[in-house]
């Protein structure tokens, strides 16, 4: 293929991907209010859009009403027809993995979870894995999937389908993308599982109408994913959104990474439970719903450090919103609140200009919507030809 057929085909696929946001955006919208909303033109409209009803994701509602009506023009509304494509959405975590069936509008429809067994290999976790998916895709086999989307932890390599690294698990190059492809004989993406989870928040969470915003998932470690000017930013070498290992602490605690006093080691899942001597987050949560102050406090103290972290952003990147993910980073506990409130003090430019900081509302399955998000955009929306 030439390079001008490519690019013609990436900019297709981009239209699509536009077209597909605005129907999630917009409440059974019209032909000409999509052209209007995206600023493409009617012809490429109508083109996308026969496309995407002959492929059967997207329908005609009947009439509608809207400026064309009163002008006398017959008006057709269109919505996503959420029977059509479905996405086994996979979230690899550190201590488990999440696997569920999600629909076009970002519905999970069926789900389950399994452990990672401790100190795992890969090649026995990958088996693993198929094994899992496969019985819960044949317990679910009157749902048909196009395709799977991954999240996973670790350094991942999305151009090629690979998870470079993951140190809390202690695997390398684990070609995970090829593997189930041959396995399911479906397409497979993979992302990093924030970047996952920074998509769902642009097409089904509270982001859907923010250019620029900051996804920040705070569980074993501490990652993030920036949108800037409607784009999800993934940098040309391995990824982006490390906030985990950012320095909070010059002459700290060394970090697996190689670097000393990185945020992670004082503010994750993993450092608060250390910090309070309990082996699960479920603790912390009823140690801190039971008024216990060292709890309380020791959230509150891990909230002002993740906030000092984000100030220093914020100063370089003064973004709309900050959507805080992650068990302990429920509304009713102090660390989003001691986020909002430092993060908020500390930027330059945040005090010009707060910032809405706010826990997702995407809840618990924000992992298997971020796996699937990435085979959505990715997937079910590239055009072919
Ligand atoms: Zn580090």
């Known amino acids: 293929m030439s390079f001008i057929g490519q690019n013609t085909l990436r900019t297709k696929q981009l239209n699509r991907t536009l077209v597909f946001q605005t129907l999630l955006r917009l409440e059974a919208p019209t032909r000409q209010e999509i052209a209007s909303f995206t600023k493409l033109t009617p012809a490429t409209i109508t083109n996308i859009i026969s496309e995407l009803i002959e492929e059967g994701f997207v329908v005609e509602l009947g009439n509608g009403v809207s400026e064309q009506k009163r002008a006398g023009r ?7 027809n959420e029977n059509s494509s479905k996405i086994a959405g996979v979230h690899i975590r550190s201590d488990r993995v999440e696997i569920g069936i999600v629909t076009l509008r970002g519905t999970v429809l069926k789900s389950t979870s399994f452990p990672i067994p401790p100190k795992i290999k890969q090649d026995d ?13 044949q317990q679910n086999k009157t749902i048909p999937i196009s395709c799977i989307g991954v999240g996973s932890v670790g350094l991942v390599d999305y151009e090629n389908g690979r998870i470079l690294e993951a140190e809390h698990l202690g695997w390398e190059n684990v070609d995970l993308v090829a593997e189930l492809s041959t396995t399911f004989q479906l397409p497979v993406f993979l992302d990093h ?15 859907k109408n923010q250019s620029d915003f900051l996804s920040v998932y705070i569980g074993q470690g501490i990652g993030a994913g920036l949108f800037l000017k409607d784009q999800l930013y993934r940098s040309e070498m391995t990824g982006a959104g490390e906030l985990g290992h950012m320095t909070f602490q010059p002459e700290g605690v060394d970090c697996w990474c190689g670097n000393k006093g990185c945020l992670e080691r004082y503010a994750s899942e ?14 912390v949560i009823e140690a801190c719903q ?20 984000l100030a220093s952003f914020l100063n370089m990147f003064h973004v709309q919103k900050i959507v805080i993910g992650g068990e302990l980073a429920h509304q009713d506990l102090p660390l989003l609140n001691e986020i909002r409130e430092v993060a908020n003090s500390r930027s330059f ?35 072919t030809k």
């Open 290 to 309: 039971n008024g216990e102050k060292e709890a309380i406090q020791t959230l509150r103290t891990a909230g002002k450090r993740i906030a000092i972290v």
């Open 193 to 207: 599982h924030v970047r996952g989870m920074t998509l769902a928040e642009k097409m089904f969470g509270s982001c």
């Open 349 to 383: 430019l945040a005090k010009k200009r707060k910032v809405e900081v706010v826990t997702t509302v995407l809840g618990e399955q924000q992992g298997i919507i971020g796996a699937a998000s990435v085979a959505l955009l990715d997937g079910v929306f590239t055009a």
């Open 74 to 80: 017959k008006t057709v509304v269109l919505g996503l």
């Open 270 to 283: 993993g450092a608060i439970k250390n910090e309070l001597k309990v082996d699960s987050t479920l603790k």
């Open 125 to 137: 976790f990958l088996q693993l894995l198929k094994t899992k998916l496969q019985s819960f895709l």
